[in-house]
């Protein structure tokens, strides 16, 4: 995707900050309290810098991928991408994939972030909880022109810290939508893997995101 509209750089911004606030989770028993509690004074260190890091691209990547390696479950959301066709996959191709598929994220969302302009940040009192270690965290980001867009991370808890296992973006709901285009690319390479692992990017349409979905 060469072009990114203001709400896909919400997306990206978006994921930053919960891998910022959430890598202080393992003490915290409410990841929403740990958000509104560390949301004010970690994203102090991305204002202001968003110059330096257009001049340094690969240094925001190292920083975003340093920040979510604790708290985004790549692995569990690379198997889930691949869905039915995890199972038939060698363990070399899953785990070429997981790689892939975080690398071409982060890129992607790292481009974004820099020159997406909000006004706020919300973070919501609500929080779904469909067991005891799942959870869901909703947010809104207020964009400089008054428009809002919510955010819902599904978490779930592993070895005692919790991790980010999906997002949903205005309604549409990204795991699903990475999941059918890698069963759309498998599809169309004859279920070749290595075809589908060497060519993935991260393909989310522009006007799918801005006139958002019911997920």
Known sequence: MNKFTPFFKFCAMSLLVLGLVMAQAQA?????????DSIDQ???????????FKQHPNELETLVDDNLEDIADFRYIGASVMGRYFRNASPEQRS??????????IDTYA?????????????LDSQGVSSGDQASVDMEVVATDGQVYPVSYSMREHDGQWK???????GINLGLTFRNQ???????NNRDYDAVI???SPEVGTDELEQGGDA
Do not use: C
């Open 164 to 170: 980010v296992v999906n997002v949903i973006v205005n």
């Open 96 to 105: 070429r994939f997981v790689k892939t598929f975080r690398k071409t994220l």
């Open 42 to 52: 970690l994203m102090s260190k991305i204002e202001g810098r968003h110059d330096y």
């Open 198 to 200: 060497n060519g993935w």
């Open 111 to 123: 481009k974004g972030l820099v020159t997406f302009d909000y006004r706020d940040l919300r973070v």
């Open 182 to 188: 890698f069963d759309q690319a498998m599809r169309n």
């Open 28 to 36: 915290q028993s409410s990841p929403v309290q740990t958000i509104r």
